[in-house]
């Protein structure tokens, strides 16, 4: 009975391996590791270890994690004074365990906030100095507590427009633009070695790189510590052109700062955004926006597998600019494009798929490297 045992063991352990392994048996992060990083997103299956297959793949094929939600404020103090770390505790050790390149995300952002962060004792709005401490002590509790171990925090996420004005937040209606380089002094001020971004998407529009190009510079110049710009890069089959993506790298990296790639996914699916359909017609409208539910076809295949090369092309041709390139996620079937923006889709964005294997075009970007 020991025997058989023990067999199933060395059998259950030889299926998990295989799923984490591309058709090579090659691994991302070691033909990338003389390029940049290569990440992924972590949640919570992953974080606690019930999602094995996932953390098979993780350690086979990344260098960098970062944190998905746990990290977000809304779940870190979800009263003002009451911390709970208990899930970015157990994301930080397994990067360290895993001797993984670790980031946070995200220290200020308007979304997923608690609804206290803006509201005084007296149910209304907090004044300026009020938001100043409270942004202070939510900073300096979570990067405090990770000092030296989590190299890099999404500082601010998603401040500013397309056409290049800033988003009217709570943070920006109270504190006006200040509240970024006081979140960045504050981060700083809590991990002086700490690597520093900012974070947003749509991030190849030109207003908005020239907004944040001002930003970086007038953070430096006021001696307030940025190291690269958070480039998400939650992108379709069509948009953004290749072109205008290179330059919002190169206009970035011109400002003295590495560009990471931090939310990385392609979407084959067709995009709602300005289509004809009537959206009053559900029905209809919702099979439209989801039409591949039992696989791609095999020129949708090709053409997302070659969007997907060019684009690593491109982070090769300017390795020297790219601090990491992280994908947001393991697998397809944990990809929160499934639910975005058409509740239900059937998304197909990520390198590995719903079994866990990994897709052909991983032995591809893998291949890209041996010219580069």
């Known amino acids: 009975m020991k025997k058989i045992i023990a067999l199933a063991g060395i059998l259950a352990l030889t299926v998990s391996c295989k799923t984490a392994q591309s058709s090579s048996g090659n691994s991302l992060k070691d033909a990338y590791k003389n390029k940049f990083y290569i990440g992924t997103a972590m949640d919570l299956p992953q974080i606690h270890g019930t999602d094995v297959k996932s953390d098979d793949i993780i350690r086979k094929h990344f260098s960098s994690v970062v944190a998905e939600n746990c990290m977000k404020s809304m779940f870190i103090q979800p009263e003002e004074g009451k911390f709970f770390f208990d899930d970015a505790d157990k994301f930080v050790a397994f990067g360290e365990k895993n001797k993984m390149f670790i980031i946070g995300h995200t220290l200020v952002w308007h979304s997923q906030l608690p609804k206290w962060f803006f509201i005084g004792k007296d149910g209304k709005e907090v004044s300026e100095e009020v938001l100043k401490q409270r942004m202070k002590s939510h900073i300096s509790a979570l990067v405090g507590r990770y000092k030296g171990r989590v190299k890099g925090y999404d500082v601010v ?216």
């Open 157 to 372: 996420n998603e401040a500013i427009m397309e056409d290049g004005s800033y988003r009217k937040s709570k943070f920006y209606e109270i504190l006006g633009e200040e509240f970024i380089p006081l979140a960045f002094q504050f981060a700083q001020e809590a991990d002086p070695n700490a690597e520093l971004y900012y974070n947003d998407y749509n991030e190849w529009y030109p207003e908005k790189v020239k907004t944040v190009v001002k930003i970086v510079k007038n953070l430096k110049s006021r001696g307030i510590r940025i190291d690269g710009v958070g480039m998400q890069t939650h992108v379709g089959l069509d948009t953004p052109a290749l072109q205008e993506y290179e330059k919002a790298i190169t206009d970035y990296a011109a400002a003295g700062v590495k560009v990471n790639i931090t939310e990385m996914e392609i979407s084959p699916l067709p995009s709602p955004w300005g289509t004809s359909a009537n959206v009053a017609d559900k029905v209809a409208y919702d099979a439209k926006m989801n039409p591949y539910t039992k696989g791609l076809p095999q020129n949708v295949q090709t053409e997302w597998e070659n969007r997907y090369l060019d684009f690593f092309n491109l982070f090769l041709k300017h390795q020297d600019k790219i601090r990491r390139v992280t994908l947001w996620g393991v697998t397809d079937n944990q990809s929160w494009k499934n639910d975005f923006p058409v509740k239900g889709r059937t998304d197909y964005p990520l390198l590995f798929d719903r079994n866990y294997q990994a897709k052909p075009v991983v032995d591809k970007i893998i291949d890209l490297t041996k010219s580069k």
